[in-house]
Protein backbone atom coordinates (compact mmCIF):
# COMPACT_ATOMS: atom_id res chain seq x y z
CA UNK A 1 0.00 0.00 0.00
CA UNK A 2 1.38 3.09 -0.63
CA UNK A 3 2.51 5.28 1.90
CA UNK A 4 1.52 9.04 3.69
CA UNK A 5 4.88 10.29 2.58
CA UNK A 6 4.09 9.14 -1.03
CA UNK A 7 0.69 10.78 -0.89
CA UNK A 8 1.66 13.98 0.45
CA UNK A 9 4.57 14.21 -1.99
CA UNK A 10 2.43 13.48 -4.68
CA UNK A 11 -1.22 15.11 -3.99
CA UNK A 12 -0.56 17.07 -0.80
CA UNK A 13 -1.58 20.37 -0.40
CA UNK A 14 0.45 22.67 2.03
CA UNK A 15 -2.05 23.67 4.99
CA UNK A 16 -5.10 22.24 2.90
CA UNK A 17 -4.54 18.96 2.31
CA UNK A 18 -3.03 16.77 4.30
CA UNK A 19 -2.95 12.81 4.33
CA UNK A 20 -2.56 11.32 7.85
CA UNK A 21 -3.02 8.31 10.19
CA UNK A 22 -6.65 8.13 11.42
CA UNK A 23 -8.47 5.93 13.79
CA UNK A 24 -7.63 1.85 13.74
CA UNK A 25 -4.74 3.21 11.33
CA UNK A 26 -6.66 4.04 8.26
CA UNK A 27 -5.66 6.31 6.08
CA UNK A 28 -7.40 9.93 5.78
CA UNK A 29 -7.11 12.81 4.16
CA UNK A 30 -7.62 16.02 6.00
CA UNK A 31 -8.82 19.39 4.37
CA UNK A 32 -8.78 22.64 5.38
CA UNK A 33 -9.99 25.78 3.76
CA UNK A 34 -11.40 29.36 4.24
CA UNK A 35 -14.49 28.03 3.75
CA UNK A 36 -14.91 24.61 5.11
CA UNK A 37 -12.96 21.52 6.48
CA UNK A 38 -13.34 17.74 6.14
CA UNK A 39 -12.32 14.92 6.45
CA UNK A 40 -11.93 11.22 4.26
CA UNK A 41 -10.92 7.87 4.62
CA UNK A 42 -9.57 5.81 1.61
CA UNK A 43 -10.53 3.42 3.04
CA UNK A 44 -14.37 3.17 1.51
CA UNK A 45 -13.90 6.57 -0.08
CA UNK A 46 -16.15 7.67 2.95
CA UNK A 47 -16.29 11.67 3.90
CA UNK A 48 -15.90 11.25 7.80
CA UNK A 49 -16.87 15.09 8.52
CA UNK A 50 -17.56 18.42 6.89
CA UNK A 51 -18.11 21.58 8.28
CA UNK A 52 -18.89 25.02 7.14
CA UNK A 53 -16.36 27.72 8.93
CA UNK A 54 -18.09 29.10 11.76
CA UNK A 55 -20.69 26.43 11.76
CA UNK A 56 -21.15 22.94 13.53
CA UNK A 57 -20.39 19.37 12.25
CA UNK A 58 -22.99 18.16 9.45
CA UNK A 59 -21.61 15.31 8.94
CA UNK A 60 -22.48 12.27 12.08
CA UNK A 61 -20.11 9.87 13.16
CA UNK A 62 -20.74 6.72 15.23
CA UNK A 63 -18.61 6.67 18.63
CA UNK A 64 -18.22 2.93 18.51
CA UNK A 65 -17.40 2.90 14.68
CA UNK A 66 -14.55 -0.19 14.49
CA UNK A 67 -12.39 1.71 12.02
CA UNK A 68 -11.38 -1.47 11.07
CA UNK A 69 -10.45 -3.14 7.40
CA UNK A 70 -13.18 -5.59 6.97
CA UNK A 71 -15.76 -3.40 8.55
CA UNK A 72 -18.04 -0.89 7.63
CA UNK A 73 -17.20 2.48 9.07
CA UNK A 74 -20.30 3.41 11.14
CA UNK A 75 -21.53 7.46 9.99
CA UNK A 76 -20.10 10.20 7.38
CA UNK A 77 -21.13 9.18 3.62
CA UNK A 78 -20.78 5.61 2.98
CA UNK A 79 -20.75 4.72 -0.62
CA UNK A 80 -22.76 1.84 -1.07
CA UNK A 81 -22.06 -0.06 -4.33
CA UNK A 82 -23.02 -2.15 -6.64
CA UNK A 83 -26.10 -3.14 -4.28
CA UNK A 84 -27.76 -1.15 -2.05
CA UNK A 85 -29.16 -3.25 1.24
CA UNK A 86 -28.31 -6.61 1.75
CA UNK A 87 -27.70 -9.37 -0.88
CA UNK A 88 -29.43 -12.24 -1.32
CA UNK A 89 -27.27 -14.36 -0.50
CA UNK A 90 -26.68 -13.42 2.75
CA UNK A 91 -22.71 -14.13 3.00
CA UNK A 92 -22.21 -10.88 0.58
CA UNK A 93 -21.83 -7.81 2.96
CA UNK A 94 -24.59 -5.20 3.08
CA UNK A 95 -24.62 -2.39 0.99
CA UNK A 96 -21.94 -4.07 -1.34
CA UNK A 97 -18.12 -4.00 -1.22
CA UNK A 98 -16.99 -0.22 -2.61
CA UNK A 99 -17.13 0.58 1.15
CA UNK A 100 -15.20 -2.57 2.29
CA UNK A 101 -11.73 -1.44 -0.06
CA UNK A 102 -9.57 1.22 -0.39
CA UNK A 103 -9.31 3.11 -2.93
CA UNK A 104 -7.25 5.03 -4.83
CA UNK A 105 -6.26 8.17 -5.00
CA UNK A 106 -6.95 10.05 -8.47
CA UNK A 107 -6.58 13.72 -7.97
CA UNK A 108 -6.47 16.17 -5.10
CA UNK A 109 -6.70 19.92 -6.34
CA UNK A 110 -7.25 23.22 -5.47
CA UNK A 111 -10.01 25.05 -7.65
CA UNK A 112 -11.37 28.70 -7.59
CA UNK A 113 -13.51 30.21 -4.48
CA UNK A 114 -10.85 28.26 -2.44
CA UNK A 115 -12.79 24.68 -3.16
CA UNK A 116 -10.82 21.38 -2.81
CA UNK A 117 -11.54 18.81 -5.20
CA UNK A 118 -10.85 15.60 -3.94
CA UNK A 119 -11.37 12.65 -6.86
CA UNK A 120 -10.67 8.64 -5.84
CA UNK A 121 -10.85 5.16 -7.90
CA UNK A 122 -12.11 1.75 -7.53
CA UNK A 123 -11.43 -0.82 -9.76
CA UNK A 124 -12.10 -4.49 -9.72
CA UNK A 125 -10.14 -6.60 -7.23
CA UNK A 126 -9.81 -10.53 -6.61
CA UNK A 127 -12.36 -9.94 -4.17
CA UNK A 128 -14.78 -7.70 -5.71
CA UNK A 129 -14.85 -10.54 -8.84
CA UNK A 130 -16.00 -12.70 -6.77
CA UNK A 131 -18.73 -10.91 -5.42
CA UNK A 132 -19.57 -9.40 -8.41
CA UNK A 133 -17.90 -10.47 -11.71
CA UNK A 134 -18.15 -7.21 -14.14
CA UNK A 135 -15.05 -4.96 -15.41
CA UNK A 136 -15.93 -1.88 -13.81
CA UNK A 137 -13.89 1.72 -13.20
CA UNK A 138 -16.22 3.62 -9.98
CA UNK A 139 -14.68 7.13 -9.05
CA UNK A 140 -15.85 9.21 -5.91
CA UNK A 141 -15.40 12.92 -6.18
CA UNK A 142 -15.65 15.27 -3.42
CA UNK A 143 -15.51 19.13 -4.04
CA UNK A 144 -15.10 21.06 -0.71
CA UNK A 145 -16.12 24.49 -0.16
CA UNK A 146 -19.06 26.64 0.74
CA UNK A 147 -21.07 23.80 -0.35
CA UNK A 148 -19.75 20.22 -0.51
CA UNK A 149 -20.38 18.01 -3.77
CA UNK A 150 -20.30 14.21 -3.65
CA UNK A 151 -20.77 12.25 -6.51
CA UNK A 152 -19.96 8.41 -7.16
CA UNK A 153 -19.50 7.41 -10.83
CA UNK A 154 -19.51 3.57 -12.46
CA UNK A 155 -18.37 3.08 -15.94
CA UNK A 156 -18.85 0.11 -17.64
CA UNK A 157 -15.09 -0.81 -19.21
CA UNK A 158 -15.78 -4.67 -19.61
CA UNK A 159 -17.14 -6.31 -22.44
CA UNK A 160 -21.10 -7.44 -20.71
CA UNK A 161 -23.89 -5.54 -19.81
CA UNK A 162 -24.26 -5.42 -15.88
CA UNK A 163 -27.07 -3.89 -13.66
CA UNK A 164 -26.30 -1.96 -10.36
CA UNK A 165 -27.85 -0.41 -7.50
CA UNK A 166 -26.44 2.19 -4.94
CA UNK A 167 -26.69 4.93 -2.87
CA UNK A 168 -24.86 7.77 -1.12
CA UNK A 169 -25.67 7.08 2.46
CA UNK A 170 -24.90 10.24 4.12
CA UNK A 171 -25.53 10.58 8.05
CA UNK A 172 -26.31 14.04 9.39
CA UNK A 173 -25.71 15.31 12.06
CA UNK A 174 -28.52 16.77 14.15
CA UNK A 175 -29.28 18.06 17.58
CA UNK A 176 -31.94 15.30 18.70
CA UNK A 177 -34.40 13.43 16.59
CA UNK A 178 -37.33 14.55 18.60
CA UNK A 179 -36.43 18.07 17.27
CA UNK A 180 -36.32 18.14 13.74
CA UNK A 181 -38.53 18.04 10.65
CA UNK A 182 -37.44 17.33 6.73
CA UNK A 183 -39.38 19.23 4.23
CA UNK A 184 -39.45 18.66 0.28
CA UNK A 185 -41.06 14.86 0.34
CA UNK A 186 -45.39 15.87 0.14
CA UNK A 187 -47.18 14.37 -1.88
CA UNK A 188 -44.23 11.71 -2.88
CA UNK A 189 -45.85 7.66 -2.95
CA UNK A 190 -42.79 5.22 -0.33
CA UNK A 191 -42.35 2.21 1.02
CA UNK A 192 -41.54 1.07 4.35
CA UNK A 193 -37.93 -0.33 4.74
CA UNK A 194 -38.34 -3.45 2.20
CA UNK A 195 -41.95 -3.61 2.24
CA UNK A 196 -44.09 -3.92 -0.93
CA UNK A 197 -47.30 -1.65 0.33
CA UNK A 198 -47.04 1.79 -1.45
CA UNK A 199 -47.89 5.05 0.61
CA UNK A 200 -48.08 8.75 0.45
CA UNK A 201 -46.68 11.45 2.20
CA UNK A 202 -49.52 13.85 3.05
CA UNK A 203 -47.91 16.18 5.96
CA UNK A 204 -46.10 19.16 4.26
CA UNK A 205 -43.42 18.18 6.61
CA UNK A 206 -42.08 14.39 8.22
CA UNK A 207 -41.22 14.06 11.84
CA UNK A 208 -39.66 11.06 13.71
CA UNK A 209 -41.03 9.39 16.97
CA UNK A 210 -40.12 5.53 16.23
CA UNK A 211 -37.94 4.01 13.65
CA UNK A 212 -38.68 5.11 9.97
CA UNK A 213 -37.05 3.85 7.46
CA UNK A 214 -38.76 5.31 4.32
CA UNK A 215 -37.92 4.71 0.35
CA UNK A 216 -39.57 7.37 -1.91
CA UNK A 217 -40.09 6.17 -5.17
CA UNK A 218 -39.89 8.64 -8.64
CA UNK A 219 -38.65 11.33 -5.65
CA UNK A 220 -35.82 13.80 -7.62
CA UNK A 221 -36.75 16.65 -5.72
CA UNK A 222 -34.62 18.71 -3.09
CA UNK A 223 -35.47 17.82 0.84
CA UNK A 224 -34.22 20.46 3.56
CA UNK A 225 -33.16 19.34 7.32
CA UNK A 226 -35.27 21.75 9.50
CA UNK A 227 -32.96 21.80 13.02
CA UNK A 228 -34.72 23.99 15.61
CA UNK A 229 -32.60 23.44 18.23
CA UNK A 230 -29.19 23.69 16.19
CA UNK A 231 -31.14 26.96 14.00
CA UNK A 232 -30.19 25.91 10.64
CA UNK A 233 -31.43 24.35 7.90
CA UNK A 234 -30.04 22.17 5.79
CA UNK A 235 -30.42 21.68 1.69
CA UNK A 236 -29.73 18.26 0.04
CA UNK A 237 -30.17 17.77 -3.62
CA UNK A 238 -29.24 15.07 -5.97
CA UNK A 239 -29.15 14.22 -9.48
CA UNK A 240 -29.02 10.07 -11.16
CA UNK A 241 -31.66 9.25 -8.72
CA UNK A 242 -34.97 8.14 -8.46
CA UNK A 243 -35.39 7.27 -4.63
CA UNK A 244 -35.06 9.31 -1.62
CA UNK A 245 -34.20 7.18 1.30
CA UNK A 246 -34.97 8.46 4.80
CA UNK A 247 -33.56 6.34 7.77
CA UNK A 248 -33.36 6.75 11.43
CA UNK A 249 -33.45 3.37 13.69
CA UNK A 250 -35.72 4.61 16.36
CA UNK A 251 -34.77 3.47 20.14
CA UNK A 252 -35.33 -0.21 20.04
CA UNK A 253 -33.30 -0.69 16.61
CA UNK A 254 -30.83 1.58 17.38
CA UNK A 255 -29.66 -1.05 20.69
CA UNK A 256 -29.14 -4.31 18.03
CA UNK A 257 -26.87 -2.17 16.39
CA UNK A 258 -23.13 -3.13 17.74
CA UNK A 259 -21.19 -0.07 16.11
CA UNK A 260 -23.50 2.48 17.39
CA UNK A 261 -23.85 3.96 21.08
CA UNK A 262 -27.30 2.77 22.36
CA UNK A 263 -28.43 6.83 22.36
CA UNK A 264 -26.64 7.56 18.97
CA UNK A 265 -30.06 7.17 16.97
CA UNK A 266 -30.82 10.50 18.69
CA UNK A 267 -28.60 13.03 16.94
CA UNK A 268 -28.54 11.66 13.38
CA UNK A 269 -30.81 11.40 10.27
CA UNK A 270 -29.95 9.83 6.92
CA UNK A 271 -31.07 11.43 3.93
CA UNK A 272 -29.82 9.76 0.82
CA UNK A 273 -30.21 9.29 -2.88
CA UNK A 274 -30.64 6.21 -3.89
CA UNK A 275 -30.69 3.87 -6.74
CA UNK A 276 -32.71 1.02 -5.67
CA UNK A 277 -35.54 -0.63 -7.45
CA UNK A 278 -35.23 -2.35 -10.66
CA UNK A 279 -38.14 -0.90 -12.84
CA UNK A 280 -37.65 2.63 -11.02
CA UNK A 281 -34.18 3.34 -10.89
CA UNK A 282 -31.48 0.59 -11.15
CA UNK A 283 -28.74 1.32 -13.62
CA UNK A 284 -28.09 -0.86 -16.31
CA UNK A 285 -25.35 -0.06 -18.69
CA UNK A 286 -23.62 -1.62 -21.94
CA UNK A 287 -20.20 -1.66 -22.27
CA UNK A 288 -18.58 1.87 -22.38
CA UNK A 289 -21.34 3.51 -20.85
CA UNK A 290 -21.58 5.24 -17.06
CA UNK A 291 -23.88 6.52 -14.50
CA UNK A 292 -23.50 9.44 -11.97
CA UNK A 293 -25.29 9.48 -8.83
CA UNK A 294 -24.71 13.17 -6.91
CA UNK A 295 -25.66 14.99 -4.28
CA UNK A 296 -24.89 18.95 -3.02
CA UNK A 297 -25.05 19.31 0.52
CA UNK A 298 -25.51 23.17 1.87
CA UNK A 299 -26.60 25.15 4.33
CA UNK A 300 -29.48 27.70 3.18
CA UNK A 301 -31.52 30.93 5.58
Known amino acids: MVTIETLNNKFGIANKATFYKGKGGLICLAVNTAPAAADISLYGAQLQSYAPAGQKEMIWMSAKS ?134 TQNPQLLYFNTETNRRYINSTGDCIIIDKEYNRKIHVAKTGSKVTVVWNPGEDVAKTIGDMQPEGYKTFVCVEPANAYTGIDTIALNPGQSHTLATTIKLVD
Open 66 to 199: LFEEGKAIRGGVPLCFPWFGPHPDKAKPQHGFARLQYWDVLKVEERAEETIVVQLGLKPSTVSMEMWPFQFEATATFSIGKTLDVKLSVANTGNQAFEYSGALHTYFNISNIDSIAIEGLQGTTYYDGFGTEVK
